[in-house]
């Protein structure tokens, strides 16, 4: 059987409602915490999980 862990939020710490297996591969997933309510995009890979930082909004010139 393959090992099984549940998405820990990085901002948080707590359990998220996602589990992952060894096998698993995400890319760009917006992670949800019910906890803090905040939503972060993550890779998954190995049972690694990277935070991807998003760049702040510019404002456009006309």
Request: a positive charge.
């Amino acid at each position: 059987m393959k090992q099984t862990e549940w998405l820990l939020c990085p901002l948080c710490g707590n359990k998220t409602r996602n589990k992952i297996r060894e096998d698993t591969v995400l890319k760009n997933y917006p992670l949800y915490c019910p906890k803090c309510k905040q939503e972060t995009l993550i890779d998954v890979k190995n049972l690694q999980i990277t935070v991807i930082k998003e760049p702040d909004a510019l404002t456009q010139s006309r």
